[in-house]
């Protein structure tokens, strides 16, 4: 269980590095719910362009219970081994949206990165994500603000 979280982990971080074969673009005006109700495959990817010009990247996965508390501890355990001069700057092991149950790490790489990492995973209505995106510093406020907005439709 603590390979496959680490693993995850490792996934979202390097979310981005690559094109994923399923994805599909939602604009910011669409209703997250609207975008992802279709499909309901484990490993689907869709990105949502929210109006900061940033793109949240969601992926879906099994739920289990307890699973925003376990992918937050296992980020809180394996960000310091992949990136050792990390700073963590917003942490949540459990929240809620609504309906929507969450986990959230806000985190620079390293004391020099530009960009903010944010990431965690939301459940909702018996279904989760791993959700994704960066974006600079000082927006970083903005943007988490649009990204619990698109978290809290999920339900």
């Given at each position: 269980?603590?390979?496959?979280?680490?693993?995850?982990?490792?996934?979202?971080?390097?979310?981005?590095?690559?094109?994923?074969?399923?994805?599909?673009?939602?604009?910011?005006?669409?209703?997250?719910?609207?975008?992802?109700?279709?499909?309901?495959?484990?490993?689907?990817?869709?990105?949502?362009?929210?109006?900061?010009?940033?793109?949240?990247?969601?992926?879906?996965?099994?739920?289990?219970?307890?699973?925003?508390?376990?992918?937050?501890?296992?980020?809180?355990?394996?960000?310091?081994?992949?990136?050792?001069?990390?700073?963590?700057?917003?942490?949540?092991?459990?929240?809620?949206?609504?309906?929507?149950?969450?986990?959230?790490?806000?985190?620079?790489?390293?004391?020099?990165?530009?960009?903010?990492?944010?990431?965690?995973?939301?459940?909702?209505?018996?279904?989760?994500?791993?959700?994704?995106?960066?974006?600079?510093?000082?927006?970083?406020?903005?943007?988490l603000q649009l990204v619990n907005e698109k978290l809290s439709q999920l339900s």
């Amino acid at each position: 269980m603590k390979h496959l979280l680490l693993t995850t982990i490792a996934a979202v971080v390097l979310v981005g590095c690559g094109e994923a074969q399923q994805s599909s673009v939602v604009k910011s005006s669409e209703s997250v719910k609207q975008a992802i109700q279709p499909q309901s495959e484990e490993g689907v990817h869709h990105t949502i362009e929210l109006a900061s010009g940033t793109n949240l990247s969601l992926e879906e996965i099994q739920n289990n219970r307890g699973l925003p508390h376990s992918y937050f501890d296992q980020g809180i355990d394996s960000i310091p081994l992949i990136h050792p001069h990390h700073r963590i700057l917003v942490k949540r092991r459990y929240g809620r949206l609504g309906q929507t149950s969450y986990s959230l790490i806000v985190f620079l790489e390293s004391s020099t990165a530009d960009e903010v990492d944010i990431s965690g995973v939301a459940v909702a209505s018996h279904k989760a994500w791993v959700y994704h995106t960066k974006t600079d510093l000082v927006s970083m406020t903005a943007t988490l603000q649009l990204v619990n907005e698109k978290l809290s439709q999920l339900s």
